[in-house]
């Protein structure tokens, strides 16, 4: 009846345009045209006729329903500040998603941290916010309050999230889970949110996390009036280029990703200012039910664990710098942990408050911890393991007592290249076999003979 209903809206419209025009074009000539070209109706609350290929949000309009819009349709929203948005039912399609994007300057949604949010999808899929619309702006979105900044929520999926300032959240600066509830709909074997890429975003002054990625309980999941439910999976995330500062909680906080997820290339600055609980003050959080890989990014003062692992036991941490942590550079707990070994490999940490590297993990039938720089004063605080039954396999690790013991070419300036006259140069063993064949800096690592230990090679 729905497609019924459209198709004779749809032949109102071409007749009315064939009359104004002095001209004849049927039906078939438009059914014959694809995608963006088509003509539909936008909801855009006055019912006007709206060319797919684009449309325009008004700025007093605070929600876009996306049922009649168009996969491969750009929506702009016009420079100048204006409230929070909603978005939903947007469906775009893998070959023509439908762009979110900013037009003529930067677009401001400003909301008090009492509201929900400050832009919301419900129930979209194949889309991209991208704040890429004006090349003189770096950020094209600001999203400024909102007890969440942004949050992709109610089942939404397959969507990119680039170029968008998030600040003065009271809690999450982005989020993008659907908690599992009573309906069938949302929980796990039902659901998964899936090709998710948020990169190029900068998150800052947020009363939580900055990323919230994913349900953080996978294994014991919510206890609702129906029993236990549990949550979606996260499939296909990456998670790059972004940067996060002055957060209440963890910098990047990633849950229930479990396959192909990458979290890379990110700098966290100075997370967990204002922690709702304990242990919620870590750099960034490979959470449960998480695995793949995290790599190349850069933790600065964290007052608790730089990065925290409670993954699935498919993790390899490699090539990351992690500076000043107030408790561990890296720990590692297993809880819901099926898979074969945690993997830290060519990790440079720099000033613990207590272990570079501390490990929980007494259920996972291997820790891999090799090639490793770490500057801590006592060489016994380097490598720690919580008693016996955590299985060890340890090589090549290089432990300093001083920053200027290692002889970075300037590691106060955030250069942290060595120099020539480094003593840790050649000290690692090769890891291709590993998967690791390029350092912090994106340079190809020595493919035979020793390397260095550390984030850069020489």
């Given amino acids: 009846m729905e497609m019924k209903n ?44 709206a060319n797919t290929n684009t449309y325009t949000v008004k700025p007093n309009e605070w929600f876009v329903d996306g049922t009649n819009i168009m996969p491969g349709t750009i929506i702009y929203i016009p420079a100048g500040t204006r409230g929070a948005l909603l978005l939903k039912n947007l469906k775009g399609t893998p070959e023509n998603p439908i762009i979110i994007t900013n037009t003529g300057g930067k677009v401001t949604l400003s909301t008090s941290t009492t509201a929900s949010y400050g832009f919301k999808t419900q129930n979209c899929r194949y889309f991209k916010v991208l704040g890429t619309g004006d090349p003189a702006v770096k950020y094209g979105f600001n999203v400024n309050g909102g007890n969440i900044g942004m949050t992709m929520d109610d ?38 949110m899936d090709n998710v890429q948020i990169h190029d975003n900068y998150v800052h002054k947020t009363g939580g996390e900055g990323l919230y990625i994913g349900n953080s309980f996978y294994a014991e999941g919510r206890q609702l009036s129906c029993g236990t439910v549990l949550p979606h999976d ?30 890379y ?21 490979i959470g449960e039910g998480t695995g793949g ?61 207590m272990y570079g590297i501390r490990m929980n993990s007494e259920t996972i039938a291997m820790n891999i911890v090799i090639n490793n720089l770490i500057i801590v004063p006592l ?37 942290f290249n060595l120099s020539s006259r480094s003593p840790i140069l050649d000290k690692g ?16 690592r020595p493919s035979t003979g020793p390397i260095d230990p550390g984030a850069s090679e020489y």
């Fill in 6 to 49: 459209y198709l004779m809206r749809l032949g109102a419209i071409v007749l009315v345009a064939s009359a104004f025009m002095g001209c004849t074009k049927n039906a078939d000539k438009i059914n014959g045209l694809k995608g963006a070209n088509k003509l539909a109706l936008a909801n855009d609350g006055a019912g006007e006729i």
């Fill in 155 to 192: 089942l939404s999926s397959d969507f990119e999230i680039a170029n968008v300032e998030v600040r003065n959240s009271g809690f999450a600066g982005i989020m993008a889970k659907t908690d599992p509830s009573c309906d069938v709909a949302t929980q796990r074997g039902y659901f998964i």
């Fill in 234 to 263: 996260v499939t296909n995330l990456k998670v790059y280029n972004n940067l996060t500062d002055s957060t209440g909680c963890e910098g990047i906080q990633v849950g229930s990703a479990t396959l192909n997820c990458e979290v």
């Fill in 265 to 285: 290339k990110n700098i966290v600055k100075t997370p967990g200012v204002s922690p709702f609980a304990s242990g919620q003050n870590n750099g960034i959080q």
């Fill in 293 to 353: 890989k995290c790599y190349r990014n850069l933790v600065k003062n964290a007052p608790g664990n730089g990065i925290i692992v409670l993954g699935l036991g498919d993790n390899l941490v490699y090539d990351n710098i992690i500076i000043n942590p107030g408790v561990h550079g890296i720990f590692a707990d297993s809880r819901f942990t099926p898979g074969p070994y945690f993997q830290f490999i060519n990790n440079t940490i720099v000033n613990p408050g």
């Fill in 379 to 415: 060489a016994a605080n380097a490598i720690n393991r919580m008693d016996s039954d955590v299985k060890l396999t340890s090589s090549n690790n290089y432990v300093a007592k001083t920053i200027s013991q290692v002889k970075f070419l300037n590691f106060y300036g955030d250069n």
């Fill in 429 to 444: 063993i090769n890891v291709l076999s590993y998967g690791i064949s390029v350092d912090y800096y994106g340079r190809i």
